[in-house]
């Protein structure tokens, strides 16, 4: 049985099958957010796609298991320019999103920009404005490295303090239609 946690735990995912960036926030909305835990997992670019996505999966599941996070947030994919990049950052998060399904977290995408404009107000903002951002609010002694980490961070971030809101209006919605 798990102990009483001062808010809700959720492990950021910022997807990609080079450097996949994880990260462990607790806390709520109106009190401090506390660090867990931050890593990026790396695989060889040389390295077939597959075991590329197996090693990654390891490294997420390791951290499910171990940190117990009460949610997953991954960034959403979007189309870029680059269908070879997008379709390993795809596969990434596909990985990750199936292996909270498995152990019944529930699981949130939300986009970059949403990410940005709930971490520092502007859906805009650039990767360093990000990184600093979060440093801040997680009362950190210094950034985040490489900017993965802080994606990770900034998505659990996001998510606990939109996620609440966004939980209970799909709530009222749902109890409102029920009538």
Do not use: Y
């Not at 152990?103 to 360093?128: M, Q, Y």
Request: charged share 25%; hydrophobic share 45%; net charge positive.
């Amino acid at each position: 049985m798990r102990s009483p946690r001062p808010g809700t735990r959720v492990l950021g995912v910022d997807p990609g099958l080079t450097r996949l960036g994880v990260g462990v926030v607790e806390g709520s909305v109106g009190r401090p957010l506390a660090l867990v835990e931050v890593d990026v997992l790396r695989t060889p670019a040389d390295l077939d796609p597959a075991l590329r996505l197996a090693r990654l999966a390891e490294g997420i599941e390791e951290r499910i298991v171990r940190l117990r996070p009460d949610a997953v947030a991954v960034e959403r994919v979007f189309s870029q320019h680059n269908v070879r990049t997008v379709m390993g950052t795809a596969q990434a998060s596909g990985v990750a999103m199936m292996l909270a399904a498995r152990h019944g977290i529930p699981v949130h995408l939300h986009t970059p920009s949403e990410v940005k404009a709930a971490v520092t107000g502007s859906g805009r903002a650039d990767k360093e404005q990000v990184t600093q951002m979060v440093t801040r609010v997680l009362r950190l002694s210094a950034a985040p490295r490489p900017a993965d980490a802080a994606d990770a961070l900034a998505l659990a971030i996001c998510h606990i303090w939109r996620g609440g809101a966004q939980n209970r209006l799909a709530e009222a919605i749902a109890k409102a239609g029920a009538r």
